[in-house]
């Protein structure tokens, strides 16, 4: 099997800088999140530049509105002197965002702080090769160069591993064009129980393999790995590149298929009145034009169909089912077992969310998510969350807020868990922590939604990960690898229920310290 033909730029090596600093476990997890289901690596995974990589657009079409002529209108009729004038319109406000000073690439992961000083609080993470933008150059100690600069979200950088540049910031993570994440992914090719099938080495350089030279390792089973290009070397066949330039032969390689699936934008496409919002979750999701088993079949649903359907659940005919109306014509409906399909339907209102806010909710029993926007949601989409067939893989209920983004990184098993259920998924896209080590993220190895998959975190398909990433706080600056919330800048608030259980409030909580986040980070000290 050939992989998606992308084409890259070169990635420049990712460095990271500096001596480790302990720091505390919120700060930690930001600076490098873990997994679900396992303590972080006690270094910072750079990113690699890949400047040439176009995003996808979510980019709505100009408008074509022309300018008026001259005669267009009829002007206004002129006050007489006994007729009141009406009162001027309030000119109205437009808040333009500031201009950068410059914009400066990153020679070295860069850590950025609530103040122009090293031990003030950790707010962000710009990686090696990427751009950001300086709004101003202001004074503090132990920085030498260009000394510190204001940046995105009134936080502060150290610019003495900065370099001047003239490459726009962009938002991480990048995408290829062609595809919904930002790599290529893969894992050697392994049978059932995970030994795999042949041995899949992994070369320093091309020219390394080229030369004969040994391996640096064997690619191991029930590890994801992410690659940015496909190659043909003469003699060598069809290699993968990944992002240090290690080239991985092509054979014995078994390609992800990242789900295609996508929520619904009840702007775009809003549920009719009365009914429920739906997705038919089995492959076998049969219709009938009467609720019994013994009634003849009409036809199939695909896989993760959206419908709109009666939400009351119809009992008889040897099962449950749901109506969707009007699915065979005006007034003749279709029929399906309850357990093919998932609803969302809304929980119990949070009272203390202002009208206009966007919030995310999460309905473990119905394995479903919505934006909303204060009481009102305005997308809605399937979700895989934790098992619970092992200990701390069922995903928290409660009501949180997020704490951290990440644009992508690692995630794997933790030790104790390395024998019964080992995983390594690289580059994760689209990463929020809620709580711990529980995140909302994109999984792109498999297409399960609607299912409880993950060992508990909330998984996404790409495009809906992505599509929530975008409309929460806080909000990641272009350039930027990680970001966290803070007083001035709170994450948006992320509730996870069970149907109308009520949830704990665990917003004002503080995060006790564990094994999880026992953490210690690599930054740009003063004496890096």
């Not at 009829?74 to 406000?93: F, G, H, M, N, S």
């Not at 099962?319 to 003749?332: C, L, M, N, Q, Y």
């Not at 390594?424 to 896209?429: L, M």
Request: charged share 25%; aromatic share 8%; proline share 11%.
């Amino acid at each position: 099997m050939s992989a998606p033909r992308v084409r890259t730029s070169r990635p420049w090596l990712a460095a990271l800088a500096g001596l480790a600093l302990p720091i505390g476990p919120t700060a930690a997890l930001v600076m490098f999140g873990p997994s679900c289901d396992e303590e972080a690596d006690d270094e910072a995974i750079a990113a690699v530049a890949r400047p040439d990589v176009r995003e996808a657009a979510h980019v709505a079409a100009d408008d074509e509105a022309g300018e008026a002529e001259p005669g267009d209108a009829d002007p206004p009729p002129a006050a007489t002197p006994d007729e009141p004038r009406p009162a001027a319109a309030a000119p109205e406000v437009v808040v333009t965002p500031p201009l950068p000073l410059g914009i400066r690439a990153a020679a070295r992961t860069i850590i950025t702080y609530a103040a122009p000083r090293y031990g003030s609080e950790m707010r962000g993470r710009i990686d090696s090769g990427r751009t950001f933008a300086i709004y101003e150059l202001v004074q503090g100690p132990d920085c030498p160069g260009e000394g510190w600069a204001r940046v995105d979200h009134d936080d502060y950088a150290c610019l003495k591993n900065a370099v001047a540049d003239d490459r726009p910031p962009a938002l991480q993570p990048l995408i290829p064009e062609g595809l919904v994440v930002p790599f290529i992914y893969a894992k050697p090719k392994a049978d059932r129980r995970g030994n795999l099938l042949a041995e899949v080495p992994r070369y320093k350089s091309k020219f390394a393999l080229t030369s004969g030279a040994e391996p640096l390792e064997i690619l191991a089973a029930n590890h994801q790995y992410a690659f940015v290009e496909e190659l043909q070397i003469p003699g060598h066949g069809k290699v993968m590149l990944d992002a240090d330039e290690q080239v991985v032969p092509l054979d014995g390689l078994k390609f992800e298929k990242p789900s295609e699936f996508f929520g619904r934008e009840l702007a775009v496409a809003p549920v009719r009145e009365g009914l429920a919002p739906a997705w038919a979750t089995s492959r076998e999701a049969l219709l009938r034009r009467q609720p019994s088993l013994k009634a003849k079949l009409e036809g199939q649903l695909e896989y993760h169909q959206a419908l709109d359907v009666k939400p009351e659940q119809l009992r008889g005919g040897g099962a449950r089912w749901f109506e969707i109306p009007d699915h065979f014509g005006a007034g003749e409906p279709a029929y399906v077992e309850s357990d093919k399909l998932r609803l969302w339907t809304p929980g119990l209102p949070l009272d203390d969310i202002p009208e206009g806010e966007l919030w995310v909710d999460v309905d473990v029993g119905s394995q479903t998510l919505a934006i909303m926007r204060g009481q009102q949601p305005v997308f809605v989409t399937l979700v895989s969350s934790g098992t619970g067939h092992k200990p701390n893989t069922a995903t928290p209920r409660g009501i949180y807020r997020i704490r951290n983004k990440l644009a992508y990184g690692p995630m794997r098993n933790r030790p104790e868990d390395a024998e019964d259920s080992p995983y390594h998924v690289e580059a994760v896209p689209w990463v929020q922590y809620f709580y711990r080590r529980f995140a909302l993220h994109a999984s792109y190895w498999h297409d399960g939604f609607g299912h409880r998959k993950s060992h508990g975190c909330v998984n996404l398909s790409p495009r809906d990960a992505r599509y929530v990433f975008e409309r929460t706080g806080p909000e990641l600056p272009p350039g930027w690898m990680t970001t966290y919330a803070h007083g001035d800048r709170p994450g948006s608030v992320v509730r996870v229920r069970k149907g109308l259980e009520p949830s704990p409030d665990r917003r004002a909580e503080s995060e006790p310290a564990g094994d999880d986040d026992e953490l210690i980070a690599r930054a740009d000290s003063p004496g890096a």
